[in-house]
């Protein structure tokens, strides 16, 4: 079998098999026509080398094929922008809970022997399958979305009137600030113990509570105060972004100054009972051995309380990275700058 | 701009001339390998990896028509246009006309603009 025939069989592997002898008797009359050419100028038959680079020129046998065949995508390019859009959100969510947070979890709280490779690898291994579940899910469902898009007519399905509206960054929407509003008022009103259930004594109550938690013995103690302070400063910002919408830099800075506190006290009060919390952790995974009701409501109350304290702590971590950048970015455009 | 812009370029000016060529060069029977060295004999370069995609298109839209024949002891396919063809190729000639004039007139003015 010569070059060509290799090239030609090369080629119809890709082709679809109702076209492909159609196909390779024509680009064979064609490759053996410009083959005939050139033997007649240059007088003799082409030498193996001379055949391969006229081969060669062609094309690989894939693309070849190719050309031949309709052009087919699994996200066009109308899809393909909020595509990318979702692998860089699902990346970043994954990148800090699926990596980061483990990571950072195993290195404060678990026990002192892990070293920093141990606990990367760890959490490397752990969450390198949910990646590629995420990236797997995204991309199927757009490509579902893109099947469905890409019927006849489908480009003039849309209406102007529904694009969203154009947001005002630096303005809060007055709901928004409304609901952090009752919401703090709220969670201070339960810290500070200002709930009463009507007809139920406070020794009733007692009766119903599970013995107190070291962990919520010190937020309940020497933390009290502060975390008070916290959200007392929290409910202040929130009700003047009420009163005066339009964002300034100095209420953007204090927010971030806020958040920061926040996410280095509740750091602290982690730091601080890190053996209590690694318990935790490691309890509940003997919560099936854990004979009494009692014994495994102990485990889940410090289990959901360590997590709770966790995510408030990365949660304000972020928000205050968030409003640094917010503040830079102000700084660099050269709008008007209200203080 | 560099080389490798330009031809992008110049590519991307020529493509959507291809199929006026093509169609225009088979008002007269022709098979593959004679179209193909006649658009470049012509100035119209093209590959066989463009050419044969396109006269398949072309004719699946019904603007051509073909049969296979032997000739010098070769089976070839020989293409030509379809009636509906001829319509369409005037169709594309008048409008390259037009296109080719509005075309004069803009870089008449920014000739004249820039000097």
Partial sequence: ???????????????????????????????????????????????????????????????????????????????????????????????????????????????????????????????????????????????????????????????????????????????????????????????????????????????????????????RGPFLLPIALLLLAGIVLAVISLVRPQLSRWRVSARAALDAVTAGLITAVLLTHKDEIHGALRGLKGLREAGEGMAKLHILRDWVLSNVLFVVALGSFISCIAGVVKLARWSRETGPCPH | MTNDQFDTLRLELRRGCVPLAVLAELGKERYGYTLRKSLIEKGMAIDEGTLYPLLRRLEAQGLLVSEWREEEKRPRRFYQLSAEGRRILDRLIAEWKALSASLAGIIKESNDGSR
């Fill in chain 1, 1 to 219: 079998m010569d070059l060509v025939d290799r090239y030609l069989n090369a080629v119809g592997f890709w082709l679809p098999k109702d076209r492909k002898e159609d196909i390779l008797k024509e680009l064979a009359e064609d490759i053996r026509s410009e083959m005939e050419e050139k033997e007649a100028g240059l007088g003799r038959p082409l030498t193996q080398a001379e055949v391969e680079a006229l081969l060669k020129r062609r094309g690989r046998p894939s693309l070849t094929a190719s050309r031949f065949l309709p052009s087919r995508h699994l996200i066009g390019p109308s899809l393909f922008p909020m595509y990318v859009f979702a692998l860089k959100i699902a990346g970043l969510i994954w990148f800090v809970a699926a990596l980061i947070l483990p990571l950072v979890f195993s290195l404060v709280l678990a026990s002192r022997s892990s070293s920093f490779a141990d606990a990367l690898g760890e959490s490397i291994s752990s969450s390198w399958t949910l990646a590629l579940t995420w990236f797997a899910l995204i991309t199927v469902g757009f490509a579902v979305a893109e099947s469905v898009q890409d019927r006849p007519g489908s480009g003039l399905n849309w209406k102007p009137s529904r694009l969203p509206a154009v947001k005002n960054l630096r303005r809060v929407p007055r709901a928004s600030s409304l609901a952090e509003v009752l919401f703090g008022v709220f969670i201070f009103s339960w810290w500070m113990g200002m709930f009463r259930v009507p007809g139920v004594t406070p020794e009733e109550i007692e009766l119903l509570r599970l013995p107190e938690s070291p962990l919520w013995l010190s937020l």
